[in-house]
C-alpha cells in the first residue's frame, strides 16, 4: 500500500452541486462529485475549459458555497460556517495561490509575504523576519526590497507562494499557478511547489491544463460534462 493511503482523510465531498442563474434558466455546473484526499497527497485537478475547475476549488476552500452536497475539511463541515469563521478558517488552514499573482505593488516583496501575518496582528518585526525565511525558502532573499513591478513572472509567483504558506496551512490550493508563465519558468515554479509540498508536508490540491504537471502528482481527478472521475496520472495524453 502506498504510505498515503494509510493517512487520515483531510478533505471529503459528498454530493456536491454548484448551479449558476442564467437568466431564465438554471446552469448546473456540475453535480453529485463525491471524492476523498489524505493528508499529504498532492491531487491534480485537470478538465476542459469551463468544466467548472475553479469553482470547484473555490468551494473546498469556503470562497464560493455550492448549492448542494458537503464538503468536510481539515474536520469541519464548511456549509456551516459563517462568513465570518470562513474567513477565519480560510486564514488558519488553507493557503491559496492563483494564475495571477495579486502581489499588493506598493509594498516590498517582503512586506507581501508578510501581510497574512499582519492581518491576523502580529507584530511587524516578528512578520518581517518570518517573511525573510519564507523569502529564502523560495530562493529571493536577495529580491527581498524589490517591489511587485520590479519582479519577474516567475518571481512575482514565488512571492505568491511564500505568502500563501508563511501561516502555516495545512492546505495548499493552487488554480493554475504556472499559467501566466513560460514553460521553463513554469517547470522551474512547479519543481518549487513539489519541494515545499513535501518539505512541509502539505497537501496540495492543484487545478492545471498542463498534463506533464499532472503526471508528477499522486492522483489527478477529472472534471468532465458535470462530473468526476479519478484517473491514472501515467494514462494523461
Not at 448551479?19 to 455546473?29: A, I
Not at 477565519?88 to 495579486?102: A, P, T
Request: a negative charge; charged letters at 25%; hydrophobic letters at 40%.
Amino acid at each position: 500500500m502506498h504510505p498515503i493511503e494509510q493517512n487520515p482523510e483531510i478533505l471529503r465531498v459528498e454530493g456536491l452541486k454548484k448551479v449558476y442563474r442564467s437568466g431564465r434558466t438554471d446552469l448546473v455546473l456540475f453535480d453529485n462529485l463525491s471524492f476523498e484526499v489524505r493528508q499529504g497527497e498532492m491531487l491534480a485537478i485537470v478538465g476542459e475549459s469551463g468544466a467548472g475547475k475553479s469553482s470547484l476549488l473555490h468551494i473546498l476552500g469556503t470562497l464560493d458555497w455550492a448549492s448542494a452536497g458537503d464538503v468536510y475539511c481539515a474536520q469541519t463541515q464548511v456549509a456551516k460556517l459563517t462568513d465570518d469563521a470562513a474567513a477565519d478558517f480560510r486564514n488558519r488552514e488553507i493557503g491559496f495561490v492563483w494564475q495571477f499573482h495579486y502581489l499588493l505593488p506598493e509594498f516590498t516583496a517582503q512586506e507581501n509575504v508578510a501581510m497574512p501575518l499582519l492581518m491576523r496582528g502580529t507584530p511587524y518585526q516578528p512578520a518581517m523576519e518570518k517573511a525573510a525565511g519564507w523569502l529564502a525558502e523560495v530562493g529571493l532573499e536577495n529580491r527581498s526590497h524589490h517591489r511587485a513591478g520590479e519582479l519577474s513572472g516567475g518571481e512575482q509567483q514565488r512571492v505568491a507562494l511564500a505568502r500563501a504558506l508563511i501561516t502555516g496551512p495545512k492546505i495548499l490550493m493552487a488554480d493554475e499557478p504556472t499559467g501566466d508563465l513560460d514553460n521553463r519558468t513554469a517547470g522551474l515554479v512547479f519543481e518549487l511547489i513539489q519541494r515545499l509540498h513535501h518539505e512541509h508536508r502539505l497537501t496540495s490540491l492543484i487545478v492545471t491544463h498542463n498534463l506533464d504537471f499532472a503526471r508528477r502528482c499522486d492522483r489527478v481527478l477529472r472534471l468532465h460534462e458535470g462530473r468526476v472521475e479519478e484517473i491514472s496520472p501515467l494514462s494523461l495524453q
